[in-house]
């Protein structure tokens, strides 16, 4: 597909896109060189115990940010590695203009999505709200009264409707959810008593219908922005489609949403219509009910059918599906860095960042456990000796 | 002295109306030499600072933002904005040859004198145009396309240090278009000079 001129939104080519966005690109790639490198990772693998773990990150681009916690948990970890990302975010959002602030604000939505299903989650399970509010990811705050108001609503259709209406109408997420309850409309009004069946169900399809939402209007904005950036997010927006549809369709194997009626009405409306599994991939998947059909239906598409030849063949405690799809898409982020002049670093820069605390708190977790032999299951970012580089050196010439 | 009169002769053809604007024809060639002569300094010598201020902006904004994280490239990477300076430094060069060929006549009358030489007239009203028109269009080209490499160079030179002269390399072919007007330029005008 060529995006050349596709867009409306004036983002400017090689030769005018750094008038605007110059800076913060570059203020991107130079905080690239703040991943963990193999080497760090190494030493990391090789200690013993987690403040062995903290004197390793001064090494690096993490330097002191453990020095005012007492004690060290991988819980802590995450947390304090999560906030010097939040705080690089913030950093290149407030040097950003138009249209990079909004590409950034969409970054950001999604984590407001989760912030709101948590929120809701938890006080179906009575958690106390300022507990949640401590739980919610940094990059999706909303204010302070808006947070406090969410979980006060029902976890039912009418009790959406009132949310909506009342809280969330201002907020970012907001259309996504009037979208959806003008979607579900129809089922709210129909049959209610399937809707004991639907409520364990409801915050699932909830969450899934949301992010398909998000999903879908962050790829239409960025083929509006045309050109380079276009190219690139639409190809990293497709691949995360299809691993929403592929993990919705396994996660609800044995659940309500995998009987026959569910299937086709509720699992069906829940797969997003960008990706490469649009349209007649989701045809299949909407008909798979056990590990062996989806296998089936996905096998048309060489990239997934290889992930889920090795898931069939293999027990899941020495393959997991998710560590595959972590990293196809780490070595996608990664390629988004290959060409200048486009949005789709900052995007490849929040997602690998998350990947590397997910390893850190692997990492973390390994040896406070003692559990040595795992320790290595973890995907480090931007390594010279990924498999797929070493792919490429091997078949290639001139090297 | 004897005066020529307003609407004088240019070979056979004459203006069929009093300020010679009956068609393209006549409006061009009825255009005062020194109209176009001043055109093309000012030409030369702005479409090559204008390529030479977008250069710098284009790699300007990158190597402030590189240099956050890799405080080291500040000074190396300078010499990106050096080349895209050199840019305007031709423009300049060649509106002074330039403006020193446009050298106004003896006699201070709106009329041409008596064996007024138009053929040296017109061969310098066109010679310093079209010559500063090939520095200025070369110019704005060579420095946009030096700004982009030198952008490329900061941000390489951030992450490695090896790549700055290897991308330095393509920065010098991007100067060079720059040089090739100029050359060109110089040699368009060398033999126009405005009779007086």
């Known amino acids: ?65 453990l020095n005012s916690e007492s004690s060290i948990t991988p819980a802590v970890i995450e947390a304090k590695a999560l906030s010097k990302l939040v705080n690089e975010f913030f950093y ?20 407001m999505i989760e912030n709101v299903m948590l929120l809701l989650r938890g006080t179906l399970s009575g958690r106390n709200i300022n507990e949640l509010i401590a739980q919610c990811h940094p990059l999706g705050m909303f204010k302070e009264s808006t947070m406090r108001n969410i979980p006060s609503f029902e976890a039912n259709p009418r009790g959406y409707a009132d949310l909506y209406e009342t809280v969330l109408v201002d907020t970012p997420v907001g259309p996504y959810f009037q979208t959806y309850l003008e979607q579900s409309s129809a089922s709210i009004s129909a049959a209610s008593e399937v809707r004991n069946v639907l409520e364990e169900v409801q915050i699932e399809i909830l969450k899934n219908s949301l992010m398909k939402l998000y ?9 509006r922005l045309g050109g380079e950036t276009a ?8 691949a995360r489609a299809d691993r929403a549809a592929i993990n919705i369709t396994l996660n609800s194997f044995g659940t309500p949403l995998n009987d026959a009626t569910m299937r086709d009405t509720e699992r069906k409306k829940l797969y997003p219509s960008i990706g490469e599994l649009y349209p007649a991939g989701t045809e299949l998947l909407s008909k798979a009910d056990d590990d062996v059909k989806l296998g089936q239906a996905v096998s048309s598409f060489p990239q997934y059918h290889s992930i889920f030849e090795k898931f069939l063949n293999s027990s899941p405690e020495e393959f997991s599906i998710d560590d595959e799809f972590y ?73 | 002295v004897t005066f020529a009169s307003f609407d004088f002769k240019m070979s056979e053809y004459d203006c069929t109306t009093y300020y010679c604007n009956a068609g393209w024809k006549e409006l ?78 003896d006699a201070k009358i709106y009329t041409f004198v008596e064996g007024w030489d ?17 520095v200025g269009f070369t110019n704005i080209a060579s420095g946009i396309s030096v700004g982009i490499a030198g952008s490329s160079c900061a941000l390489a030179d951030a992450q490695d240090e090896s790549l700055f002269v290897k991308i330095l390399i393509v920065e010098i072919f991007a100067s060079a278009l720059g040089i090739f007007g100029i050359i060109v330029g110089i040699i368009q005008s060398n033999n126009a000079q405005f009779p007086v």
């Open chain 2, 118 to 134: 138009f053929a040296t007239f017109y061969f310098a009203g066109y010679g310093v145009f079209w010559s500063g028109c090939s």
């Open chain 1, 215 to 223: 999903l879908e209007d962050f790829y239409s904005f960025c083929e």
């Open chain 1, 327 to 399: 990293k196809r898409e780490v070595r996608m982020y990664e390629l988004a860095f290959e060409s200048q002049m486009h949005f789709g670093c900052v995007y490849a820069y929040v997602k690998l960042k998350e990947q590397e605390i997910r390893n850190l708190v692997w990492i973390s977790e390994c040896i406070l456990q003692r559990r040595k032999d795992q320790i290595s299951n973890f995907i480090p970012v931007f390594s010279t000796s990924a498999e797929w580089r070493a792919e490429s050196t091997r078949r290639g010439a001139g090297h």
């Open chain 1, 92 to 111: 290149f959002r407030a040097n950003a203009v138009e249209p990079l602030s909004t590409f950034m604000d969409y970054i950001s939505y999604e984590y």
């Open chain 2, 28 to 105: 061009l060639s009825h255009l005062s030499p020194y109209s176009w002569a001043n055109w093309g300094i000012a030409i030369g010598l702005g479409f090559s600072v204008i390529g030479a201020a977008w250069g710098i902006w284009l790699t300007g904004s990158s190597l402030v933002g590189a240099a956050v994280k890799a405080p080291r490239i500040r000074s190396k990477n300078l010499v990106s904005v050096i080349f895209c300076e050199a840019t305007a430094i031709y423009g300049v060069i060649l509106a002074i040859i330039l403006l020193n060929k446009v050298s106004e006549p």
């Open chain 1, 231 to 238: 190219e690139v997010m639409c190809g990293l927006l497709r």
């Open chain 1, 1 to 65: 597909m060529s995006y050349n001129g596709g867009g409306d939104i004036l983002l400017g080519g090689l030769s005018t896109f750094n008038m605007q966005h110059g800076f913060v690109e570059a203020l991107v790639r130079g905080y690239r060189s703040g991943f963990l490198s193999d080497t760090d990772y190494h030493h990391m693998t090789q200690c013993d115990n987690l403040e062995d773990v903290k004197m390793n990150l001064q090494e690096t681009d993490y330097d002191t940010f």
